[in-house]
C-alpha cells in the first residue's frame, strides 16, 4: 500500500541533525513528524530509524538510516511481511576518502608529525619510515560501494590493488580479485588490507592470528567495515608483537572505544570515532534514498537496498 506518514525516529541523532534531517523531506506531499519510542504504528506507515524497535513491525516499510543493517534482525521484518530497507550505496566518496586519507597518513607520517606537534617538536622520523602508496598493493576485502570506492580512488593514486569477493567478476581499478576462501593469498602481499564487508556470521572474526601471521610485517590493516570483522585480541597481540605495522580503524568490537583499550596507545594506529559517513550533507544524502523509495512504493516497483 501507498506510504501515508513517513516518521523520522529520533535515534537518527545519533548521525544526522534530526531536524534538518526531517527538513530534508519538506518537499514530500505526506505528513512527515520526528517521533520517540512508544509511538504506534499502522498501515501506511514508514519510519526511518537508526535502531531497531518491537513496535516497528506494524508499520507498512521502514527504513534503517545506517549502510549496516547488522543491529535488525531481518527475520522478525520477513516473519511479518514488513520491508525493511538500509541506506549502503551512498558512503562510496566519504568511506573512501577516509580510507585514502587513512593510508596517506600512514605513508606519510601525518598522525605522528601531530602528535610530536602536540609538544611543540620539531621531529625527524628514521629514513626508513615514509614511504608512497604509490605502487604499494592494496587488499580490498568486500567489493561493494565502500570497497569499490576506495579500489577507484586508490587506483587513481597509483596503487596497485587487489580484492576479495564473493562474484569472480573483474572490477574497474582491481585487476586481481580473489575468493572469499583465498583470502590468505589475497592479502598476503598487500601493504594495506581494507576491511569493507558488512558483520554477517560468515565475516565475523574474518580477520584473526592466522590472517595476521599471513600478512607482511610492514603492512597496516583498515577496518571501516564493522568492528567484528577483526578478531580485536589477535589485532592487538599482532600490533603489540610487531606481526604487522599498524592500522586505522573507524569500527570496533565495542563502541565507543573503551578508554582502557591499549588499541589507544600505539603510535602507528589511527582511531576515528566511526566517523567514515559523516559529513555536512549526511541528511540530505540519506534523504535521497528514502524518497526514491517513496517513489518507487507509489508507482508499485521494488524498493531499492532492501534487505528483508
Ligand atoms: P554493500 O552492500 O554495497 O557492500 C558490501 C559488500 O560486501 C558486498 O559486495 C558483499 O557481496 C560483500 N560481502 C559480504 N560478505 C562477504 C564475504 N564473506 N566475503 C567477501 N565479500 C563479502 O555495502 P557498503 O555500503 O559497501 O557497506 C559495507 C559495510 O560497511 C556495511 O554493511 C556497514 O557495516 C559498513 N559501513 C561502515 C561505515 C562507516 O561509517 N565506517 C559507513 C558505511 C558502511
Known amino acids: 500500500s501507498d506510504i501515508e506518514r513517513l516518521y523520522i ?82 558512503h562510496g566518496a566519504t568511506v573512501g576518502e577516509l580510507a585514502i586519507g587513512y593510508m596517506l597518513s600512514l605513508s606519510r607520517l601525518v598522525h605522528v608529525y601531530r602528535d610530536h606537534q602536540n609538544e611543540d617538536d620539531w621531529y625527524s622520523p628514521e629514513y626508513e619510515r615514509p614511504f608512497t602508496v604509490e605502487n604499494e598493493q592494496l587488499c580490498v576485502v568486500g567489493l561493494g ?51 569493507t564487508v558488512p558483520h554477517t556470521p560468515e565475516t565475523e572474526s574474518m580477520i584473526s592470528d592466522g590472517e595476521f601471521e599471513t600478512m607482511r610485517d610492514d603492512a597496516y590493516l583498515i577496518n571501516v567495515g564493522r568492528g567484528p570483522v577483526v578478531d580485536e585480541a589477535a589485532l592487538v597481540e599482532a600490533l603489540r608483537s610487531e606481526n604487522i605495522a599498524g592500522a586505522a580503524l573507524d569500527v570496533f568490537e565495542e563502541e565507543p572505544l573503551p578508554a582502557e583499550s591499549p588499541l589507544w596507545d600505539f603510535e602507528d594506529v589511527i582511531i576515528s570515532p566511526h566517523k567514515g559517513s559523516a559529513t555536512n550533507r549526511y541528511h540530505l544524502d540519506i534523504a535521497e534514498v528514502v524518497k526514491e523509495n517513496i517513489e518507487k512504493i507509489k508507482h508499485g516497483e521494488s524498493l531499492t537496498n532492501r534487505v528483508a
Not at 593469498?185 to 576491511?195: S, Y
Request: aromatic share 8%; net charge negative; glycine share 10%.
Open 145 to 195: 560501494t565502500l570497497g569499490t570506492g576506495i579500489a577507484k580512488r586508490a587506483d587513481a593514486l597509483g596503487m596497485d590493488v587487489v580484492g576479495v569477493r564473493r562474484r569472480q567478476e573483474a572490477v574497474p581499478g582491481v585487476p586481481e580479485v580473489y575468493p572469499p576462501d583465498k583470502l590468505g593469498d589475497a592479502i598476503a602481499e598487500a601493504r594495506f588490507v581494507a576491511l
Open 9 to 90: 525516529h529520533e535515534s537518527v541523532e545519533n548521525v544526522v541533525p534530526p531536524e534538518d534531517f526531517l527538513a530534508a523531506f519538506d518537499d514530500l506531499e505526506i505528513p512527515n513528524e520526528l517521533v520517540g519510542d512508544g509511538e504506534t504504528y499502522e498501515d501506511g506507515d514508514a519510519v526511518a530509524t537508526y535502531v531497531p524497535r518491537p513496535e516497528f513491525l506494524d508499520a507498512s516499510w521502514i527504513h534503517c538510516i545506517r549502510a549496516g543493517h547488522d543491529a535488525f534482525d531481518t527475520r522478525d521484518y520477513e516473519n511479518r511481511g514488513v520491508p525493511l530497507t538500509n541506506t549502503s550505496g551512498i
